[in-house]
């Protein structure tokens, strides 16, 4: 049987150690959602995906997005406001003579 007596430090424990995590991990300035809807309106694409993910200690948002002409970019958007800089990659196959030797 639980007392008061015993139950008060355990929950002061358990205050503790949540103000502890809490301070560990800082929300992020941009949600994941925000970031979604940042590149829609700045690509004016579909989104495919979006994922969180770790860069050290930072964390930022990995987006797949199909732009209206047909390419497939992977943009990262930073999770602290005013830090996205223009990283993409585009998938989009090249064309089948471009930069390629032909064989004779």
């Known amino acids: 049987m639980t007392t008061r007596k015993s139950l008060v430090p355990?929950?002061?424990?358990?205050?503790w150690a949540g103000a502890a995590i809490a301070?560990?991990?800082?929300?992020?300035?941009?949600?994941?959602?925000?970031?979604?809807?940042?590149?829609?309106?700045d690509t004016g694409g579909t989104v495919l995906s979006a994922e969180p993910r770790r860069v050290g200690r930072r964390l930022e948002y990995r987006i797949k997005v199909l732009s209206p002409d047909g390419h497939v970019k992977v943009l990262a958007v930073s999770s602290e406001?005013?830090?996205?800089?223009?990283?993409?990659?585009?998938?989009k196959n090249p064309p089948a003579n471009a930069g390629s030797k032909e064989k004779r």
């Open 10 to 15: 355990m929950l002061l424990a358990l205050l």
């Open 81 to 91: 406001p005013g830090k996205n800089p223009p990283s993409s990659q585009s998938t």
């Open 23 to 41: 301070q560990q991990e800082p929300p992020p300035g941009v949600t994941l959602d925000q970031a979604v809807e940042q590149v829609k309106q």
